[in-house]
């Protein structure tokens, strides 16, 4: 018996199994009945022995049939995979890598010198940024429709995400001119408790806790005097008095345009800026790729 059976013919041969009818086995597979029914008599020659039992009443399966199509199934699963695999690789070297932010990453030229490094390996690649409010505090992550993305710590389902950290910054509190506290060189924490804050959108979770310094108020609630979910949000809440809020150090310049300013703050942990994917995503080429880039780029392994 030979064994050089093309994967056609199972497929053909597993539809009438699960169909027990040539007629709807051919519809489903849009194909002619004759033609169905003549490949299928071609494999039980090559096999030497018959598959399906035909008369009057219908189509069953043989008892080689029965042995055959457990086997055939998952030759045709395998197959299935193989071939999802290599269009997986094939599409990977010329498709498009989604790069999602809330906040633009201005550290010293870090996104062009990415950028510069990934596409000298991958000049095919396209890289596409999608720039998300803060509503999203996964910048895409989360429902698909960014491939990797820069964002601070934590996430909300932090266990479904890897990451490279890209910069670990001390907290600077920024608030208006007209504020008192910005005649000091350095504001300490227990001076801010009273302080109305800018929050986040209650959708980002622990990064609005962790914005607000809860782990630093020894339980005390903070005041709230408004939400934000852009850059440009903030900086009107601050200039209008709403509040005060903590800011990376590295992300100061995007608020200090006029009318307000930033102190550093004595007290709280320094923040996390990560480059971060799905921790399914992690074998894909240009996500793995991506990120070897950015741990060049920053000096990080």
């Given at each position: 018996m030979t064994l050089d059976v093309h994967v056609r013919d199972l497929r053909y041969f597993v539809a009438v199994a699960e169909e027990l009818h040539f007629t709807r086995a051919a519809e489903r597979l849009y194909v002619s009945q004759p033609a169905l029914s003549k490949q299928v008599r071609a494999l039980e020659r090559q096999l030497g022995i018959e598959l399906f039992r035909r008369d009057r009443h219908g189509v069953a399966l043989t008892d080689a049939g029965t042995a055959l199509l457990s086997h055939a199934r998952r030759v045709l699963a395998d197959w299935a995979e193989g071939a999802a695999a290599v269009e997986a690789a094939r599409a990977a070297q010329h498709s498009t890598l989604v790069v999602g932010m809330s906040t633009s990453p201005v550290r010293g030229g870090l996104l062009p010198a990415i950028r510069s490094r990934f596409t000298a390996a991958h000049p095919e690649a396209v890289i596409r940024l999608r720039q998300v409010n803060w509503e999203d505090p996964s910048a895409g992550l989360a429902d698909g429709a960014a491939d990797v993305a820069f964002v601070w710590l934590p996430l909300p389902g932090q266990e479904r995400y890897d990451w490279t950290v890209v910069a670990e910054e001390p907290l600077m509190v920024a608030l208006p001119d007209t504020h008192p506290l910005s005649d000091r060189t350095e504001v300490d924490f227990t001076d801010l408790l009273d302080e109305p804050f800018l929050?986040?959108?209650?959708?980002?979770?622990?990064?609005?806790?962790?914005?607000?310094?809860?782990?630093?108020?020894?339980?005390?609630?903070?005041?709230?005097?408004?939400?934000?979910?852009?850059?440009?949000?903030?900086?009107?809440?601050?200039?209008?008095?709403?509040?005060?809020?903590?800011?990376?150090?590295?992300?100061?310049?995007?608020?200090?345009?006029?009318?307000?300013?930033?102190?550093?703050?004595?007290?709280?942990?320094?923040?996390?800026?990560?480059l971060a994917w799905r921790r399914e995503d992690g074998r894909r080429p240009l996500v793995r790729e991506y990120a070897e880039a950015c741990r060049r780029v920053t000096g990080r392994s």
């Open positions: 929050a986040l959108p209650k959708s980002t979770g622990p990064l609005r806790d962790y914005w607000l310094a809860l782990d630093a108020r020894d339980g005390r609630p903070p005041r709230i005097g408004a939400e934000i979910a852009s850059t440009e949000e903030t900086y009107e809440a601050l200039t209008a008095g709403l509040g005060v809020c903590l800011v990376a150090a590295g992300n100061v310049p995007l608020l200090t345009l006029g009318g307000v300013t930033a102190r550093p703050v004595r007290g709280l942990t320094p923040s996390r800026y990560v």
